[in-house]
């Protein structure tokens, strides 16, 4: 015999289904109704800091919602992601990520605070910026041959600086002193910002930093720059020559930046998110802001941005496993 009470449960239960699916479906469609959180994985004064904070007026016009922006620095940028990782799919916490949390940290970890693949929706590439390899003013070499001839003779007494193990600051030394031959030591920050402080003081020798961080004190003669990691030379900096250009052929690296969500974000979301990221990187005088700070404008479907990252994440785990880098 059926228990009539389980049996007029289960009627409820099934009677209450279809209305579910609607109230859900109407949260979705009312996206934002609230602020949103976008994380930052660095301190502020860093290239994802700045294009956070950019981007940030123009999203919250486009959302209607505030627009708060949250500095969670710490373990190379990988606290701010693992923590969008684990928020709620429903739109109210987004991460500023970089190709150094989003590509870079599996093949790097034993045991990864999140699966690069499985744990994100990508949302839209933010924008790009090449690398510049900065020197403090009073330094003894006025050219990146001079700073090798220095380095050749002095192995392991030049420091360089990086916002994090594994970041692409970290990468992109690592690649110099393979090519060049050179021994650099490493000193790992939580972000760039104290970065420039120390390059500015003289008590680093190099950073190969985002070039947004650091063009105004390049323009005002504060630190100096000797390269940028870009194939070609950078439109803000037209007199810096490319490292590749200087003798080391292929030689590229660069960071971009990518608004994603936590995995199984609905795609009503989603769109929302896109269409307002896509209207910031073009509106003109945000574009233009992007520009004159050495940002290289992103934009695109969720579709690329999630291509971006599959992509990057193969080319640098081969570059990590040609460098040895390891985080355990």
């Given at each position: 015999m059926i228990d009539r009470r389980r049996l007029l449960g289960?009627?409820?239960?099934?009677?209450?289904?279809?209305?579910?699916?609607p109230r859900r479906a109407s949260a979705q469609a009312d996206y934002p109704n609230r602020s949103v959180t976008m994380l930052v994985g660095f301190?502020?004064?860093?290239?994802?800091?700045?294009?956070?904070?950019?981007?940030?007026?123009?999203?919250?016009?486009?959302?209607?919602?505030?627009?708060?922006?949250e500095n969670r620095a710490g373990a190379s940028g990988t606290v701010a992601s693992a923590a969008a990782a684990r928020a709620k799919p429903d739109g109210y916490t987004l991460v500023m990520g970089t190709v150094s949390t989003q590509s870079v940290v599996g093949p790097l970890m034993k045991n990864p605070p999140y699966d690069q693949a499985r744990d994100f929706t990508p949302l839209?590439?933010?924008?790009?910026?090449?690398?510049?390899?900065?020197?403090?003013?009073?330094?003894?070499?006025n050219d990146l041959a001079g700073l090798i001839a220095f380095a050749k003779a002095n192995p392991g007494k030049l420091n360089y600086a990086s916002s994090g193990i594994a970041t692409?600051?970290?990468?992109?030394?690592?690649?110099?002193?393979?090519?060049?031959?050179?021994?650099?030591?490493?000193?790992p920050y939580r972000?760039?910002?104290?970065?420039?402080n120390d390059l500015m003081a003289g008590t680093l020798d190099l950073a190969i930093d985002t070039l947004p961080t650091h063009l105004p004190h390049l323009r005002a003669g504060t630190t100096k720059a000797l390269a940028v990691t870009m194939p070609a030379r950078v439109a803000s900096l037209p007199e810096v020559p490319t490292i590749?250009?200087?003798?080391?052929?292929?030689?590229?690296i660069n960071v971009w930046y990518m608004m994603l969500g936590p995995a199984g974000l609905p795609a009503p979301?989603?769109?929302?998110?896109?269409r307002a990221g896509n209207k910031a990187v073009s509106d003109p005088m945000i574009r233009t802001r992007l520009e004159e700070a050495g940002?290289?404008?992103?934009?695109?479907?969720?579709?690329?941005a999630a291509n971006l990252v599959r992509r990057d994440a193969e080319r640098y785990a081969a570059l990590v496993q040609k460098a040895g880098i390891r985080i355990d």
């Open positions: 289960t009627g409820a239960a099934l009677a209450a289904a279809p209305l579910l699916a301190a502020p004064g860093g290239g994802t800091d700045i294009i956070a904070r950019l981007l940030a007026p123009t999203l919250q016009a486009e959302l209607g919602q505030p627009v708060a922006v839209m590439l933010a924008g790009t910026v090449p690398l510049v390899a900065v020197v403090p003013a009073k330094a003894p070499y692409q600051q970290h990468l992109a030394a690592e690649m110099l002193c393979q090519a060049a031959g050179i021994q650099m030591t490493h000193v972000g760039t910002g104290p970065v420039l590749a250009e200087l003798g080391y052929p292929g030689f590229e979301v989603v769109e929302r998110c896109v940002f290289i404008p992103g934009g695109g479907s969720a579709e690329d």
